[in-house]
């Protein structure tokens, strides 16, 4: 596999769960930390959640106990389940080693939190 695919979006309404899947090129997800971004319209990708090879997480204050993001390296595969979501949740989400690296970003996936 040679590109970054995301899934497991869609409409949701406030308060619901989805959880996000990736999978990455062996040749970065085996040696880097990988993270889930976020973007609006109008507005710059953000990091959200980022884990490292060892299983390290961190969490942009925003979301810190609503999401949880794990790694499968067996699958070369990261996911982030996020609960309790709220309107200002929507985005599209892409995943990227975090630093991200500027030949990775994939098509994202769209999340829309709405009732």
């Known amino acids: 596999q040679l590109q970054v695919v995301e899934s497991g979006g869609g409409l949701v309404q406030p308060g619901g769960s989805l959880r996000l899947s990736c999978t990455a090129p062996?040749?970065?997800?085996?040696?880097?930390?990988m993270g889930w971004y976020r973007q609006v319209p109008g507005k710059q990708r953000a990091l959200v959640a980022a884990?490292?090879?060892?299983?390290?997480?961190s969490y942009v204050p925003s979301v810190k106990g609503r999401f949880t993001i794990s790694r499968d390296n067996a699958k070369s595969t990261v996911y982030l389940q996020m609960n309790s979501l709220k309107p200002e949740d929507t985005a599209v989400y892409h995943c990227?080693?975090?630093?991200?690296?500027?030949?990775?970003w994939g098509q994202g996936t769209q999340v829309t939190v709405s009732l």
């Open positions: 990227n080693a975090a630093p991200a690296l500027a030949d990775y």
């Open positions: 062996g040749s970065i997800f085996s040696s880097r930390a």
């Open positions: 884990i490292t090879t060892r299983g390290e997480i």
